[in-house]
């Protein structure tokens, strides 16, 4: 198995512009993890996913955030307007229910 | 209170010794739980869960303390290559939200 695929791997764009990152999970896996990693703030979960419906967005930080699962191989993390403080890595993580998440590379993204 | 709190450290571990942390977790209701590693600018790793009897993998020894809401992970005969940040992993009393604590880092030195 590949593992999880995100991409891109890095993005750097101005302050104000729209940001689309992807995630692909592993096949079979019915749970599906946004997470934002900072130095200050550490790992944060965004929202997941359980067989494609979206359980917890508490920890998306607020309406320029959305995030879609249109089906079970594929989600999207979109952030319009994106601002420099959403300069992080964004990580995208699967499992089955048993906990055992497999994380992604990571997408480094930086606004400026 | 954060969910779960870690000492973030870092560990300074001479090669050989052992290192044991602990990570704290506020719902009492949590159902599972996990230490993840993290390398520099690399994504977490599943190192091992933590059952309530305690268990072993190697070198690593996790514990459960569900009276006092924490676990624990020991390292012996540290290596180089245990240098890393671990992190605690809590799953939530339902629907599977793997919440992280902040991680501690240990450096393992010759």
């Known amino acids: 198995d590949a593992g999880v695929i995100q991409s891109p791997r890095h993005e750097v764009t101005e302050m104000g512009q729209e940001v689309t990152l992807r995630c692909k999970p592993i096949?079979?896996?019915?749970?599906l993890f946004w997470y934002r990693q900072t130095m200050m703030r550490g790992l944060e979960l965004l929202i997941y996913?359980?067989?494609?419906?979206?359980?917890?967005d508490s920890g998306m930080p607020e309406d320029r955030f959305s995030a879609k699962m249109p089906n079970a191989s594929f989600s999207t993390l979109k952030i319009q307007p994106s601002e420099p403080r959403d300069s992080a890595v964004y990580f995208c993580?699967?499992?089955?229910?048993?906990?055992?998440?497999?994380f992604g590379q990571g997408t480094r993204l930086t606004v400026v | 209170r954060k969910e779960v709190e870690q000492d973030p450290g870092p560990f300074n571990v001479p090669e050989g010794a052992t290192v044991a942390f602990n990570c704290t977790y506020s719902?009492?209701?949590?159902?599972?739980f996990f230490w993840y590693r993290q390398d520099c600018r690399k994504e977490p790793k599943l190192l091992m869960s933590?059952?309530?009897s305690g268990n072993e993998d190697g070198r690593f020894t996790a514990q459960l303390n569900r009276a006092s809401q924490y676990i624990s992970l020991l390292i012996r005969d540290s290596k180089l290559s245990d240098s890393a940040t671990y992190l605690c992993?809590?799953?939530?009393?339902?629907?599977?939200?793997?919440?992280f604590g902040g991680g501690t880092r240990v450096l393992v030195k010759p």
């Open positions: 992993v809590v799953n939530g009393a339902a629907g599977n939200k793997l919440t």
């Open positions: 933590v059952y309530s």
């Open positions: 993580a699967s499992s089955l229910r048993d906990g055992k998440a497999f």
């Open positions: 996913f359980n067989n494609n419906v979206p359980i917890d």
């Open positions: 719902n009492s209701a949590s159902q599972s």
């Open positions: 096949s079979g896996h019915n749970s």
